[in-house]
């Protein structure tokens, strides 16, 4: 793991946002220094959990310039770069360089897109040009695409592919990528102590908004190799991701990380905040994350 530019967590932070729906950058701001207090050693910027689909591509870039500038070298920075004209992705990915970033994450052609194995590759080699560590972000059921281990494998011989993100969610498959010996990113919240029993050389972690040191202490165990003490943390986080992926994903994460004080507003539209009949739920699954948070 140790020659794997994206070890451990790292947080694919909400984008806060104010009363009227801006992105609230003072909040973003408050929130980054928080997570870097609480230990986080890399974030996602523009993720799919800080709403990148739900971005203008200008605000997309100001949250990668303004968290380089933030984070200033104190944590590893990877931004999403995905869009859906390839020409506008290397665009992007090549801002991110210039901001100073470590590394891109990218969705292959989606909305429609070519499914077929070698307009994959044929994308992510364009995307290479950019000239950053891509991630590829496997989520079949979103995308239509499915990162496979032999298109992995196709994949890893592109200059600057690094990795594979698997948010499927189905964790034969994962093992399956991961038994190709490239390396692989989990990106299901309810299956990080499975993944990294598997061998996921890194995480990309929505769910850690709302605990992020509780979450770091799994990460710690597993890194130790020491499996009893990684189910002894998992276990007060179990609920609350596994009911993450139940639905309503991004308006729970948000809900969560309000009720746990990490408050970064409510989703921006067409996405509303969760509904008070799932609260409760919500609420019932965190237990006692809070204080566990503030300790």
């Known amino acids: 793991?140790?020659?794997?530019?994206?070890?451990?967590?790292?947080?694919?932070?909400?984008?806060?946002?104010?009363?009227?729906?801006?992105?609230?950058?003072?909040?973003?701001?408050a929130l980054v220094e928080r997570y870097l207090a609480a230990g986080i050693k890399g974030f996602v910027l523009s993720s799919g959990t800080g709403m990148h689909v739900y971005l203008s591509k200008d605000e997309s870039k100001e949250l990668v310039s303004r968290g380089s500038r933030i984070i200033a070298g104190r944590a590893r920075i990877i931004a999403q770069t995905s869009?859906?004209?390839?020409?506008?992705?290397?665009?992007?990915?090549?801002?991110?360089?210039?901001?100073?970033?470590?590394?891109?994450?990218?969705?292959?052609?989606?909305?429609?897109?070519?499914?077929?194995?070698?307009?994959i590759v044929e994308f992510y080699s364009e995307v290479s040009k950019g000239g950053l560590p891509i991630i590829g972000y496997n989520v079949p059921h979103a995308?239509?695409?499915?990162?496979?281990?032999?298109?992995?494998?196709?994949?890893?011989?592109?200059?600057?592919?690094?990795?594979?993100?698997?948010?499927?969610?189905?964790?034969?498959?994962?093992?399956?990528?991961?038994?190709t010996g490239f390396p692989v990113m989990n990106g299901a919240d309810p299956l990080v102590p499975y993944a990294l029993y598997a061998g996921a050389q890194g995480l990309i972690w929505g769910g850690a908004n709302f605990a992020p040191r509780t979450c770091l202490k799994v990460i710690e165990a597993a890194q130790a190799q020491?499996?009893?003490?990684?189910?002894?943390?998992?276990?007060?986080?179990?609920?609350?991701?596994?009911?993450?992926?139940?639905?309503?994903?991004?308006?729970?994460?948000?809900?969560?990380?309000?009720?746990?004080?990490?408050?970064?507003?409510?989703?921006?539209?067409?996405?509303?905040?969760?509904?008070?009949?799932?609260?409760?739920?919500?609420?019932?699954?965190?237990?006692?994350?809070?204080?566990?948070?503030?300790?």
């Open 83 to 119: 869009a859906l004209l390839v020409e506008e992705v290397v665009e992007r990915t090549r801002y991110a360089a210039d901001c100073g970033a470590d590394g891109v994450m990218v969705l292959p052609p989606f909305f429609e897109g070519p499914t077929d194995d070698d307009d």
């Open 226 to 295: 020491d499996w009893k003490l990684v189910r002894e943390n998992w276990r007060p986080l179990e609920a609350a991701m596994s009911l993450l992926w139940q639905g309503d994903y991004v308006q729970s994460v948000y809900a969560a990380a309000k009720l746990n004080g990490f408050d970064a507003g409510n989703p921006r539209r067409p996405l509303r905040a969760l509904g008070q009949d799932k609260m409760e739920a919500l609420k019932a699954a965190l237990g006692d994350l809070a204080q566990r948070e503030a300790e």
């Open 143 to 179: 995308v239509g695409v499915e990162i496979t281990p032999s298109l992995l494998q196709r994949l890893c011989e592109i200059p600057n592919f690094c990795t594979a993100k698997d948010s499927s969610g189905d964790l034969r498959k994962q093992a399956s990528l991961i038994g």
């Open 1 to 29: 793991m140790s020659n794997f530019p994206f070890p451990g967590l790292n947080l694919a932070i909400t984008t806060p946002f104010d009363g009227s729906g801006r992105i609230d950058w003072g909040r973003f701001e």
